[in-house]
């Protein structure tokens, strides 16, 4: 059975930095595109990050760019998602997803098969 598990969010000050985890089980992570997404309360989920199969190519949102780092390891087969200088904007329940195809990067989320649960990140002082 496939699954992904994120974890790693939590409460942090403005500024602050967290590292989402994103566990895949059934199945193996390099065979497929991973994306990030988050929602805010009372809005529609956001595109954040995707990346190639083995990180070969990465994308971020604008809002993101340069604070946000996407990145992989095969080995543990998980995806990960560096969050610094976070803003209150950046509050939002955090997903990962899975997209098929290796070279697939995509901002859509109807193409993407698979989701975790979620996990919540609050940035507030």
């Known amino acids: 059975q496939s699954q992904l598990v994120e974890s790693g969010g939590g409460l942090v000050q403005p500024g602050g930095s967290l590292r989402l985890s994103c566990a895949a089980s059934?199945?193996?992570?390099?065979?497929?595109?991973v994306g990030w997404f988050r929602q805010a309360p009372g809005k529609e989920r956001e595109w954040v990050s995707c990346?190639?199969?083995?990180?070969?190519?990465?994308e971020y949102a604008d809002s993101v760019k340069g604070r946000f780092t996407i990145s992989r390891d095969s080995a543990r087969n998980m995806a990960f998602l560096q969050m610094n200088s976070l803003k209150a904007e950046d509050t939002g329940v955090y997903f990962c997803a899975r997209v098929p195809g290796r070279s697939v990067c995509s901002q859509r989320f109807e193409e993407y098969d698979y989701w975790g649960r979620g996990t919540q990140v609050t940035v507030s002082s």
């Open positions: 990346q190639t199969s083995r990180g070969r190519m990465s």
């Open positions: 059934g199945f193996l992570l390099d065979d497929y595109g």
